[in-house]
């Protein structure tokens, strides 16, 4: 079994820019303050695993030979993607859907605040957004300023390159990671260690991996609800654990051949980023999620 899903055509929460040419210059997660599920400092590191150049460089997607398929997109203009890609940008359709829905039901549950819709922005390459310049090399990453998630699919492959699964549930950690930081957007959370990392520059690592294992923690009450309605299995789970361990800090570093630098970590470690997604994952619940535990940053 796998993680059961349906294609269904295309999220009205969904702006498909494939088409849509590169420009501007410059890098980082928007240079502007995005929160990615792969941190900027560790992109050298993944540069030396993988051996591709990252930084600077534009990330094509493949066709891979299959037959090219044609779809709509929101300035008129056809996209050309393979039966694979396809398949992956309704599988994120279709998971932004499902984490919003939850969501719009959850929060006022368990916060008494109201849920409201981020989009999701496909993307080959480079293009410009809310945060500033949106680049391959940054992997998927949320834009607090415009709230919307922007991912190039290319990320996939390589997730697989640095260790991690990308089975269709550690698909939809990933999005649902993005997604835990527009909750954190819109509950105060973001604001408030956005303001605590301007005013103490020291702690902006340690804040930033708080920040980050919340997130986890979000994803993974997305994952109890899938689990609840019955559309998981174990090895859905472990698929999702996997992907969570591959983007670690210690992780990456270890397979750059450096020595594990704490100091330099950005989003945790893989331990840390697996226990809070299983946290939110067997609780269900957002209290559970308090990384900022004993901080005024929550």
């Known amino acids: 079994m ?39 400092g560790v992109l050298l590191l993944v540069s030396l695993v993988t051996g591709r150049n990252y930084i600077g460089q534009y990330l094509g997607m493949s066709g891979g030979g299959q037959q090219q398929q044609s779809q709509r997109v929101d300035n ?39 849920y409201r819709h981020a989009h999701l922005v496909l993307y080959r390459d480079e293009l410009q957004g809310g945060c500033g310049d949106a680049q391959s090399s940054t ?14 699919l290319s990320f996939w492959d390589e997730l ?17 990671h993005e997604l835990g930081h527009h909750v954190q957007k819109i509950l105060g959370t973001e604001g408030k260690v956005t ?18 294992l919340q997130a986890d923690c979000y994803a993974g009450i997305w994952g109890h609800s899938m689990k609840e309605r019955g559309k998981l299995d174990e090895a859905d ?32 470690t893989s331990a840390q980023r697996i226990a809070w997604f299983k946290r939110g994952m ?14 005024s940053d929550e």
């Open 237 to 268: 789970v472990d698929d999702a654990l996997k992907a969570a361990a591959a983007v670690g800090d210690d992780h990456l570093q270890k397979m750059s051949g450096r020595s594990v630098s704490p100091e330099s970590f950005t989003h945790g």
């Open 195 to 212: 303001q605590a990392m301007q005013s103490n520059p020291g702690q902006r690592n340690a804040l930033s991996v708080k920040l980050e």
């Open 160 to 176: 697989k390159r640095i260790g991690g699964d990308a089975g269709d549930f550690a698909q939809g950690y990933v999005v649902a």
């Open 139 to 152: 992997g998927p990453f949320y834009c607090p300023q415009d709230e919307k998630v922007y991912i190039d």
């Open 76 to 114: 008129g203009q056809p996209v050309q993607e393979s039966a694979a890609e396809h398949r992956q940008a309704q599988l994120v359709s279709f998971v932004l859907d499902d984490v919003q829905k939850m969501w719009t039901t959850v929060m006022p549950e368990q916060t008494g605040k109201n």
């Open 282 to 295: 067997e609780s269900g619940q957002v209290s559970s999620c308090k990384t900022f535990a004993g901080s």
């Open 2 to 40: 796998t993680m059961e899903w349906t294609p269904g055509g295309m999220s009205d929460d969904v702006e498909d820019r494939r088409g849509d040419s590169g420009g501007g210059g410059g890098f980082g997660i928007g240079g502007g303050g995005g929160l990615g599920i792969v941190g900027v």
